[in-house]
Every structure is written in structure tokens, then in C-alpha cells.
């Protein structure tokens, strides 16, 4: 059956706004030296696109057609701006076709060493430049890379418009003020520039898997495959850097057991009672092949492994184990070693601690557990109700899951502590 024209046209334009996006902004954004002009100028491309393609028909290269339509009405808005405002050098300069050289041409002959100059890269660390407040990357970094609406990004993190509207403003605000400039960083600088772009990208990435807000849904999709899609953008650009592969591989396994994790009633179902066979098999084997050759060029002397390819692993383990009683808890355990090596966090600790539970049982795991400083976190507590439920303490059990239902930030993991209180027996 074929499908209408304006159908099969509205189809290709969400594709190629979703694949081409990120591009259109990055190239208009190197051109004109300016995140509203690149923006804007991108968005009305798009409006074209809605308003010709379904009679027009759609063009043979639409990203192209986009990136020259958005290109043109860049140069037609600077041309007008130019008589108000004199900058008639500017826009001749711009009418000549000939793009003005870029501002770090020296700084950019540096990256022959096979740092990435590709301009969704730089866009990318651009948004998540360190001067900017964790809000406004994420929100700049889902709304330029992205391409999400301001709507779609507000109702995602259940704030107003007005507010994400003003983070995205003030942010390239910032960007202009301070003169960041629109660059891959230098090679000494790469790597921790780098972690910086990982950590907004691991928030969104939570901020969907672990929905932290009440009367939240327990995993929203719409953030999480958004973080997966930014990841994979990213590893194509810097293919050579394991904690990107790690990252990456991480939300794929992290992703993969989604629909295993709420019940149909609507309560949190945890690792070991989830159906594995709900699991999403091509999600797991990537994430695992991804995790095998970060593996094998450690192996190989190829750097040592990062916090997000430990974690990878750890998650590799227990998505390869058909049953919870098949889990290599030893594995686990030294993974968790290696981790608490480079993050000797108390969370980490508690979450070694569940591991060990599993080889050295819950009396060895709860004297770990409670002297840990985690007393604000839902997590500790709910850990430690469940050591405590292990060792048929049930009125200290009791108390530990009302502390961790109060803690607690989405109704399906509500759902889950509150059946497991009322399981108890007396004490």
C-alpha cells in the first residue's frame, strides 16, 4: 500500500530531523559564530521543508536542501541586520559566498593528531562547556544537539517553558559574553573535557532511567533513548575513546531490561525477579560486544579501564547470567574493587555490598552497609531493609523499608517497598 504523498513527506522530514539536525546546527554555528543565528535559521529550514516537500516533493539530498535553505536565510537575516546596525562588511563578506576563516585556524592545525574536528563535535563541547551551570548543558545539549523543542525538553523534566526557555538563553548568553570559543579542546585538555560531556550525557540518561521526581512514570523512554542516541553520536565522532564505548555500552545493557522492570500493576520489579526473557536480546549483545572490545584493548595496553566501562562490565555480568543463581557474584565483587580504586564512594560501597551479600551473606554485608554516611539516600536504606529481612530482623527490616519508602522518588519503586514491608512476619 502507498502511503500519501504529504505522509511520506512528514516521514522524511522527522527522519532527517532527527539524523541531520545536530549537523545544521553545527555547521551554521561555525559559519556565522552564533548558537541563535544556527538555531533559529535551522528551525525555519525545517518549517520550509513541512510547508514545500508534500507538494514540491522531497528533495533528492534533504539534508542538504536543509543545511542551504537554513545557510540563505542566515545570510538574508545578517544582510537585513547590516543596514540597521552597519555591519555591511559582514554581510558582503557573507554574500560573497565565501566563508569568513575560522577564528582558531591556528588552534585547529593543532588536532593533526587525530583529535576529532568533525563540527557536531565541537557543538557537543560547546553545550557542555564547564563555565556553564549542569542545567543548561543539559537543557542546551538536548535543545542544539538534540534537536528537542523547548516544550518537549520542559515536559520531560516537569518544569515550565518559560523556565528551560530562559537556561537555553542565558546559557548562549554566557557563550557570546565570555567568548567561549566554538573548538574541539586541545589534546592535553580532550580528555577531561570529555568526562564533562559524559556526565551530561549519564544525567539525561538517569534523569530518564531513574525518574527522580514523585508521580514520575518509572522510566521515561523519551529521555533515555534520547541519551542513547547523543552516546552514539558521540562514540562515532571520538570512536577511540573507551569510557565514550563504555558509556554507550552501559545505557544499551541499562536500557535492554526496561521492559522488565515495572510490572503490569505498576511496581518496580527488580534484577532478580525480572523475566530475562522480556530482555531485549539485540541491546544486550550490542552492549556486550561493546564491552568485550574495550576488554581486549585493555588487554592490549590500550589505556586502563574508566569508571563507565567498570560499570559496563558490571552490567555485562549480570545481563549474561539466563538466571539470577548463575550470576558471578566473584566477578561482580572485583569489579566493584576496581571501581571503589578510582570512585571510593559510599555508594559504590553499598552497592559492593549487595554483591557480597550474595558470596559472604547478609551478616558480612550489613556490617559493611551500616557503616556507611548514606543516611539521606533511598537506596541505603532500602539495601539495608532488605539485609535485615535476610536475617529475619523484621521490626528493624520494618523501619528501614518505611525510611526508604519515604525516600523514595517514583510510585512503581514506592509500590515495590511498600508490598516488601507488609511481607514481613513479626519479629
Not at 541531520?20 to 525555519?44: H, K, S
Not at 521490626?395 to 515495590?416: H, P
Amino acid at each position: 500500500m502507498t502511503l500519501p504523498a504529504e505522509e511520506t513527506a512528514a516521514e522524511t522530514i522527522a527522519r532527517v530531523h532527527r539524523d541531520e539536525w545536530a549537523r545544521v546546527v553545527a555547521v551554521l554555528t561555525r559559519r556565522f559564530g552564533d548558537l541563535d543565528i544556527a538555531e533559529e535559521m535551522a528551525a525555519d529550514a525545517f518549517a520550509v521543508a513541512v510547508e514545500r516537500w508534500p507538494t514540491d516533493g522531497v528533495p533528492p539530498n534533504p539534508g542538504a536542501w536543509i543545511t542551504t535553505t537554513a545557510n540563505r536565510r542566515a545570510i538574508d537575516r545578517l544582510r537585513r541586520e547590516s543596514r540597521r546596525n552597519d555591519k555591511q562588511k559582514q554581510a558582503q563578506m557573507l554574500y560573497d559566498d565565501k566563508p569568513p576563516e575560522p577564528p582558531n585556524a591556528l588552534e585547529d592545525s593543532a588536532f593533526e593528531d587525530g583529535a576529532m574536528e568533525d563540527d557536531r563535535l565541537r557543538l557537543i563541547f560547546i553545550c557542555c562547556h564547564p563555565a556553564l551551570a549542569m542545567e543548561a548543558r543539559i537543557a542546551l545539549t538536548l535543545r542544539m544537539v538534540g534537536g528537542l523543542t523547548v516544550s518537549e525538553i520542559a515536559h520531560a523534566f516537569l518544569v515550565q517553558e518559560a523556565t528551560i526557555g530562559r537556561r537555553i538563553t542565558r546559557a548562549k548568553a554566557k557563550i557570546k559574553a565570555a567568548k567561549i570559543p566554538y573548538r574541539v579542546p586541545s589534546a592535553e585538555d580532550l580528555l577531561a573535557r570529555t568526562s564533562g560531556v559524559l556526565a551530561v550525557l549519564f544525567l539525561i540518561f538517569n534523569e530518564g532511567y531513574l525518574a527522580s521526581d514523585p508521580g514520575k512514570e518509572a522510566v521515561r523512554s523519551d529521555l533515555t533513548l534520547e541519551a542513547i542516541r547523543l552516546t552514539r553520536l558521540l562514540q562515532a565522532l571520538l570512536p577511540s575513546d573507551g569510557e565514550v564505548a563504555g558509556l554507550l555500552a552501559l545505557m544499551l545493557l541499562t536500557e535492554a531490561r526496561r521492559p522488565a522492570r515495572v510490572s503490569a500493576s505498576g511496581e518496580l520489579v527488580t534484577l532478580d525477579e525480572q523475566d530475562r526473557g522480556a530482555w531485549d536480546a539485540a541491546l544486550i549483545a550490542e552492549g556486550h560486544a561493546l564491552v568485550r572490545e574495550r576488554l581486549a584493548a585493555v588487554s592490549a595496553g590500550q589505556g586502563r579501564p574508566g569508571r563507565y566501562q567498570i560499570l559496563a562490565a558490571i552490567n555485562a555480568v549480570h545481563t549474561s547470567a539466563s538466571d539470577v543463581r548463575d550470576t558471578d557474584w566473584s566477578q561482580v565483587v572485583a569489579l566493584y574493587d576496581q571501581l571503589a580504586g578510582i570512585d571510593p564512594s559510599p555508594i559504590v560501597a553499598l552497592n559492593r555490598a549487595v554483591a557480597l551479600a550474595e558470596l559472604d551473606g547478609p551478616e558480612v554485608a550489613l556490617a559493611v552497609v551500616d557503616k556507611l554516611d548514606l543516611d539521606g539516600y533511598h537506596a541505603y536504606h532500602a539495601a539495608r531493609a532488605d539485609l535485615l529481612r535476610r536475617l529475619g530482623r523484621s521490626a528493624a527490616a520494618r523501619a528501614a523499608y518505611e525510611k526508604a519508602i519515604g525516600l523514595a522518588g517514583n510510585t512503581a519503586e514506592v509500590a515495590y517497598l511498600t508490598r516488601r514491608r507488609d511481607q514481613l512476619g513479626p519479629n
